[in-house]
Structure formats: structure tokens, C-alpha cells
Nanobody, 128 residues
């Protein structure tokens, strides 16, 4: 069972930056594809970004492209989400998710159902 723990959320003014971190308990972390999702009140959970197991391939939602950067440090079992030029509409609970490389076949990695493990979430609030 993989445990994921997010941190780094908080309150920030529009235009500001935050860096989210997600620490994984799994020592074979480098075999997992990692994703970030977010969920605003009353809305469905939506894809934000994903990164492949080695960190060489990334994908972003159009709404965050050019503002957010996903990265990972496999030696530290951690995936990051650097968020810049934040907007009030970025306000949400941000979730880290993981799926083993062996289970990704047939999945795009942009749907919540593509992932098998989830963190508890961290709140990001952007004030106008």
C-alpha cells in the first residue's frame, strides 16, 4: 500500500506562487507515474499535471500550462508542483496520486480513475 502525504498548501494572493510537495512511502517510487489533481467546492476532481516514472515526460491541463511545473526527485520519493501566477480560480484542494508503471497500460493518466493511490489533499486558496 502506497501512502502519499501532500504539503505546502496555504493562502496566497493572486499572482503569487506556492510549491506543493508529495512524499511517498513506497521505496520503489521510481516505478510509479505521479499526478496532481484538484477539486474545488461543488466541482468534480480535475486533472492538473502528471509526470512519468523517470521525470522526463510531463503533461498539463490547458488551464495551468505555462504557470505550473511538475517535477520529481526519485531519490527523495517526492513529487513537486510549482505553481506560479496563481489565480483565484486555482483555489481548490490539491491531491497527489500514484499508479504503478505496470498498471498504466490503457490509461492516459489524466483521469482520476487512472490512479490507484491518493493523498489526503492540501488546501490552496488564492485571494483576489
Amino acid at each position: 500500500q502506497v501512502q502519499l502525504v501532500e504539503s505546502g498548501g496555504g493562502l496566497v494572493q493572486a499572482g503569487g506562487s506556492l510549491r506543493l510537495s508529495c512524499l511517498a512511502s513506497e521505496r520503489t517510487f521510481s516505478w510509479f507515474i505521479m499526478g496532481w489533481f484538484r477539486q474545488a467546492p461543488g466541482k468534480e476532481r480535475e486533472f492538473v499535471a502528471r509526470i512519468n516514472s523517470s521525470g522526463g515526460v510531463t503533461r498539463y491541463a490547458d488551464s495551468v500550462k505555462g504557470r505550473f511545473t511538475i517535477s520529481r526527485d526519485n531519490a527523495k520519493n517526492t513529487v513537486f508542483l510549482q505553481m506560479s501566477s496563481l489565480k483565484p480560480e486555482d483555489t481548490a484542494v490539491y491531491y497527489c496520486a500514484a499508479v504503478h508503471l505496470g498498471s498504466i497500460r490503457g490509461r492516459t493518466g489524466v483521469a482520476p480513475s487512472d490512479y490507484d493511490y491518493w493523498g489526503q489533499g492540501t488546501q490552496v486558496t488564492v485571494s483576489s
